[in-house]
């Protein structure tokens, strides 16, 4: 974590507060870049199913999470709660100082969330022959991300930062969704090196350490997704 001497005055618990789901990576995405400037908060868990009055005030129009409260002004869409956090509370930057290496994250970003985490998603609910051409769509996905990672520690650099949080559900949904399929490893040292060091590197991170649920209650909630997925697509 980050510490330095000219860092803002603490915020008080009142000001700031964070909804979210135990089990939304775009939740933990959040968790991680407030632990990491070491950011007090409120935390208010919602249930999808049954959600809280407070949560449709402040994101009336989308309804999930992660939402952030600060002063009482909602900030929604992870991403722009996070690059709203950097410009708050400006120490310890979680993003590139250069313009064009910003760019570049939330490019990067857009493509773990429209197009890696989708497809990973696709490989979990798709069956027979579209379950295998999702998987192939998800490797090569995977590939790219692989080769963003040449030189680096983490894809922020040498020190953990925005582009690791918004691709940080790989180091768990991955191979949860795997197992659960009974599947072989998807990412190991063999096929994606890279991404494998950088699977250590983040998890031995003191920002990301003990704040993964339990896996085999992520594994249950997976599950019961996917159930509801597949109910709705042969209705």
């Not at 249930?47 to 929604?76: A, C, E």
């Not at 768990?172 to 795997?178: C, D, F, N, R, S």
């Not at 599947?183 to 990301?208: G, H, M, V, Y």
Request: hydrophobic share 40%; net charge neutral; proline share 5%.
């Amino acid at each position: 974590m980050c510490v330095t001497a000219s860092k803002l005055a603490a915020m008080a618990k009142e000001d700031l507060k964070l909804f979210g789901v135990w089990s939304s990576p775009f939740y933990h995405r959040v968790l991680w870049a407030l632990r990491t400037k070491e950011i007090e908060y409120e935390y208010f868990e919602e249930d999808l199913d049954n959600k809280s009055p407070l949560l449709l005030q402040y994101n009336p129009i989308h309804q999930k999470v992660p939402v952030l409260v600060h002063i009482g002004k909602p900030i929604i869409e992870s991403v722009f709660i996070l690059q709203y956090i950097d410009e708050t509370w400006k120490d310890c930057s979680i993003f590139p100082q250069d313009p064009h290496e910003k760019a570049n994250a939330l490019f990067w970003a857009k493509f773990g969330d429209d197009k890696l985490l989708s497809s990973i998603w696709r490989t979990f609910i798709a069956e027979g022959k579209e379950k295998e051409e999702a998987m192939t769509v998800a490797l090569k996905n995977l590939k790219v991300v692989e080769e963003l990672l040449k030189g680096k520690k983490y894809f922020n650099g040498e020190k953990i930062g925005f582009l690791d949080f918004c691709l940080g559900w790989i180091c768990k949904l991955v191979g949860i969704l795997a197992e659960i399929d009974g599947l072989k490893k998807t990412i190991d040292d063999e096929q994606f090196p890279l991404l494998s060091a950088w699977i250590r590197n983040f998890n031995s991170s003191p920002c990301i350490k003990d704040t993964w649920p339990p896996t085999d209650r992520w594994a249950t909630r997976l599950c019961y997704v996917r159930e509801i997925v597949r109910s709705t697509s042969t209705s």
